[in-house]
């Protein structure tokens, strides 16, 4: 089945340390993106790529580092500056002028 | 800037009644607009969307959304609510300025609660 999978679904970071949220897509999408979502604010956006070894910053990159070495796949870190991680994290790919297709998401929980 | 803009948080209807929710978009130039749904603790799953063509589009499970740019509006229903129908719905607008890939901005959510 193609999709978009996200990995793990549930993650606990400590204190001062930078963790990785894996994002893969089989869709031979394009574009990949990478969102926060936080109890009543909706989704945000972090960072995006519309092409292999490019990508952009969104609306709040800051604590947060990304790359994009292969077209399926776009991880994100969360990095020890973002001061607070606490979040569910979604990663969505999309076709040129085309809807986004979301993953499961992942729980990042700061303990 | 884009804004997007749902009318309640949390909206309540009984089983079989009219199911309205509400979104206001700010654009300068027609948008794609969106509405996705979320159940807890996953993804977001598309509804419908609005791409220029047709101002009334149909989406998955009964629902609809009219898009009317005098009002800027592209609020969502559904004749009949069921039971299943209970989650968190989103609104979303296309970025403009995104070259053509959906760079979407979200609205805050509402959640749709359906009683007996």
């Known amino acids: 089945d193609g999709g978009i999978t996200q990995s793990p679904k549930y993650l606990f970071r400590k204190e001062g340390q930078n963790v990785t949220l894996s994002c893969e897509q089989n869709l031979n999408h394009d574009a990949m993106y990478w969102y926060r979502q936080d109890p009543g604010q909706g989704l945000r956006l972090i960072y995006y790529?519309?092409?292999?070894?490019?990508?952009q910053k969104g609306d709040i990159a800051e604590g947060y580092s990304v790359s994009r070495e292969k077209k399926e796949s776009f991880p994100l870190t969360v990095t020890s500056a973002q001061k607070n991680p606490t979040a569910f994290y979604l990663c969505a790919s999309s076709k040129f002028e085309a809807e986004a297709f979301f993953g499961q998401g992942t729980r990042l929980t700061v303990v | 800037a884009q804004s997007v803009t749902q009318l309640g948080s949390h909206v309540s209807v009984s089983e079989g009644a009219l199911v309205l929710l509400r979104c206001n978009y700010s654009s300068s130039v027609p948008p794609y607009l969106f509405w996705y749904v979320q159940y807890p603790n996953q993804g977001l799953q598309l509804l419908l969307k609005?791409?220029?063509?047709?101002?009334l589009v149909k989406g998955i499970n009964g629902f609809e959304a009219e898009f009317k740019k005098s009002e800027t509006s592209f609020h969502l229903t559904k004749p009949s609510a069921h039971m299943s129908d209970a989650a968190e719905y989103f609104c979303?607008?296309?970025?403009?300025?995104?070259?053509?890939?959906?760079?979407?901005?979200f609205g805050a959510g509402t959640r749709l609660a359906v009683h007996p």
């Open positions: 609005y791409t220029s063509a047709a101002t």
């Open positions: 979303a607008v296309s970025d403009p300025f995104s070259g053509g890939y959906n760079k979407l901005i």
């Open positions: 790529s519309q092409i292999v070894n490019d990508f």
